[in-house]
């Protein structure tokens, strides 16, 4: 039986007004600006726009806002806004080296050229909340001082010239970038769909998956080797232009892990590497991504791979957190009569069941 | 000098111009071109927003991924006299774009390309290095200057 359902408008229509409402809140508190959230709601946006995969700040700072605060649903709008414009091209890819880096930490040697920079970091703080901050804070001007103009080579570079560790993987001529926006994706998949599917993918679930490679589950004993955090220039090569157009510079996070060693008969040993780059300042993102792309790489370094996070395709399919939120929450929407199909099965079986072990006295009776 | 080097090196210097204003907010850039008398010219593409795909390395120096898409405006302004100038910035200022693409028909400009670098690329670029350094000065001040503790007389 086909039961349309209708009537619901006038309930939907209301729902949203209503939502509306509760989003600004009591009136007499004055309403929260988009630069006020840029500003001071600073890592929700880096977040907002890693995630929802656009970088624009504005808009990452709007959706938060229309969210209220709902993260994921912000990532979701964001996500539905990038479907809105045309694709000029890809950029050239950007260069971390050259990053002008805000914060810049190696877990694995004091002494790294360029030096160890602190930046703006929660590391250190106790962690108790500070009741200045509840109202009219205003903080003191940062310190400052000699900026050195000492460049800041990656470690991984600096390993990488005594040949301690392995050296990234380079491009074949002429190879195409895979972008899991335009194509499905299949599995086994290259390791730009994996790095681009962990970028984009959700920090509470890299967060708990690099954490299980810690406790065991495909462990591949990691140093972070560097994360650094700063502003990269952007350029896009410009057909009419003719060459490469400087764009502006974006905020980026990067995390060289350095992990076990591995070596063969005919390969000196090395440590391996895992990879984490995100928008904004992401640090947990980067770090867990570097361990996901680390324990992803176990078939390519002849690991035994048993653990979740060392399962591409478990890994790739639930890292989304708007694909999963979409699968999840649509449980919430009418399922009316799927379930009526199910309820009339179920009775079906039920008086099957009843049947079967109704006393013999009754079945006889029935004969 | 011949003419491949000059074509290479206005094109250094047209680069080199808008690595000064795709950093620059477009009101800062009109504010420069207030007091700059304006050759006639046109919009020949009109302020477009659209997106570009952000690539990043494997391991910051191996084969190229694409990390995420940013938004991105553009447009292309020409001079009477016949210069294409092309605007391109993060963001999803039109406005900007254009004011971009006029600077950079200004700068091939035989007789606007000396004033549109003296009165609007150098004083843009002057604000960026002072905003650069200052950030550099404070980040600097948050490094660590590792010292030895030694126990015990020596």
Do not use: W
């Amino acid at each position: 039986m086909y039961v349309a359902v209708k009537g619901g408008e006038r309930a939907i229509e209301n729902a949203h007004r209503l939502l509306a409402h509760k989003r600004r809140g009591d009136q007499s508190v004055p309403e929260v600006t988009l630069d006020q959230i840029s500003e001071q709601l600073g890592l929700a946006v880096d977040r907002v726009m890693s995630e929802g995969s656009l970088y624009d700040r504005e808009l990452a700072a709007l959706a938060i806002k229309q969210a209220r605060g709902d993260l994921i649903e912000a990532i979701f709008l964001v996500r539905a806004f990038r479907a809105t414009l045309p694709r000029f091209g890809a950029s050239e890819p950007v260069d971390t080296g050259a990053m002008r880096v805000r914060r810049r930490v190696s877990s694995t040697f004091k002494d790294i050229p360029g030096g160890q920079i602190l930046g703006p970091t929660f590391d250190y703080t106790h962690r108790l909340l500070d009741p200045a901050l509840a109202q009219g804070f205003v903080p003191e001007m940062p310190a400052t001082a000699d900026s050195s103009t000492a460049p800041t080579p990656r470690v991984t570079d600096i390993l990488g010239r005594d040949g301690l560790i392995e050296s990234s993987p380079q491009a074949e001529d002429g190879a195409s970038v895979g972008d899991l926006t335009r194509e499905p994706l299949n599995f086994p998949a290259d390791r730009d769909l994996r790095l681009q599917n962990l970028a984009r993918g959700d920090e509470g679930f890299l967060l708990a998956m690099g954490y299980s490679t810690q406790r065991g589950y495909g462990r591949n004993h990691p140093f972070a080797g560097e994360i650094r955090f700063g502003e990269v220039e952007v350029e896009f090569s410009a057909e009419d232009v003719g060459f490469a157009v400087p764009l502006g510079a974006i905020e980026l996070t990067e995390c060289q892990m350095v992990n076990q060693f591995k070596g063969s008969a005919t390969e000196a040993p090395c440590f391996t590497r895992g990879y984490g780059l995100a928008f904004g300042q992401s640090e947990r993102k980067t770090m867990s991504m570097a361990l996901v792309d680390r324990a992803l790489r176990a078939r390519e370094l002849g690991e035994e791979a048993l653990a979740p996070a060392q399962d591409e395709e478990f890994v790739m399919s639930h890292s989304d957190n708007v694909q999963a939120t979409g699968f999840v929450e649509h449980l919430k929407l009418p399922h009316y009569v799927d379930f009526q199909s199910e309820l009339g099965l179920l009775r079906k079986l039920r008086k099957e069941f009843a049947e079967a072990n109704a006393p013999d006295a009754m079945k006889e009776a029935a004969e | 000098m011949d003419r491949v080097t000059q074509h290479n090196n206005q094109q250094a210097q047209r680069k080199a111009a808008m690595a000064v204003l795709a950093h620059a907010e477009a009101g800062e850039i009109a504010a420069r071109l207030r007091d700059f008398s304006l050759p006639a010219h046109q919009d020949l593409r009109a302020p477009e927003n659209g997106l570009v795909m952000l690539r990043g390395r494997v391991g910051g120096d191996g084969a190229p991924f694409n990390l995420g898409e940013a938004t991105v405006s553009r447009a292309a302004v020409r001079l009477a006299s016949g210069e294409v100038g092309f605007g391109y910035t993060l963001g999803r200022d039109g406005e900007k774009a254009r004011l971009i693409a006029l600077c950079d028909a200004l700068v091939q400009s035989r007789d606007f390309g000396g004033a549109v670098e003296r009165d609007v690329i150098a004083p843009l670029r002057e604000q960026l290095m002072i905003r650069r350094e200052q950030a550099a000065a404070e980040t600097a001040a948050t490094k660590v200057d590792f010292y030895t503790m030694v126990r015990g007389e020596g």
